[in-house]
Nanobody, 126 residues
Framework: QVQLVESGGGLVQAGGSLRLSCAASGLTFSNYAMGWFRQAPGKEREFVGAIIWSGGSTVYADSVKGRFTISRENAKNTVYLQMNTLKPGDTAVYYC???????????????????WGQGAQVTVSS
C-alpha cells in the first residue's frame, strides 16, 4: 500500500520560512518524480513544483520561483519543500504527489500523478 505523508506545516509570519517533508512508503521511491501542489480555500489545486529523479531537474510555478526549493533524499524516501520569504498568498493546504513519468507527461499535473498525500496546512499571517 502506497502512502505519502506530509509533515512540517504550521503557522508562520510573512517573511518567514517553513520546510515541508513528504515521506513515501510502499513504492520504489527513486522511480518516481515527486511534485508539490497546494490548494487554498475556494480555489483549485495548483502546481507548486516538481523534482525529477535524485538531484535531477526541478521545475517551479512562477509564483514561487526563487523562494521555494524542492529536494529529495532517495535513501530516506523523502522529498522536501523549503519555503522562504513566505507571503499570506502562500496560505493553503500543501500536497505531495508521486508520478511515474511517461511520454507526454507534464510535471505541472495534477493529471498524471499516481499517488497523493493527505495534505499539510500552511498558514502565513500578515
Amino acid at each position: 500500500q502506497v502512502q505519502l505523508v506530509e509533515s512540517g506545516g504550521g503557522l508562520v509570519q510573512a517573511g518567514g520560512s517553513l520546510r515541508l517533508s513528504c515521506a513515501a512508503s510502499g513504492l520504489t521511491f527513486s522511480n518516481y518524480a515527486m511534485g508539490w501542489f497546494r490548494q487554498a480555500p475556494g480555489k483549485e489545486r495548483e502546481f507548486v513544483g516538481a523534482i525529477i529523479w535524485s538531484g535531477g531537474s526541478t521545475v517551479y510555478a512562477d509564483s514561487v520561483k526563487g523562494r521555494f526549493t524542492i529536494s529529495r533524499e532517495n535513501a530516506k524516501n523523502t522529498v522536501y519543500l523549503q519555503m522562504n520569504t513566505l507571503k499570506p498568498g502562500d496560505t493553503a493546504v500543501y500536497y505531495c504527489a508521486a508520478a511515474v513519468i511517461f511520454k507526454g507527461w507534464s510535471p505541472r499535473g495534477p493529471v498524471g500523478y499516481d499517488y497523493w498525500g493527505q495534505g499539510a496546512q500552511v498558514t502565513v499571517s500578515s
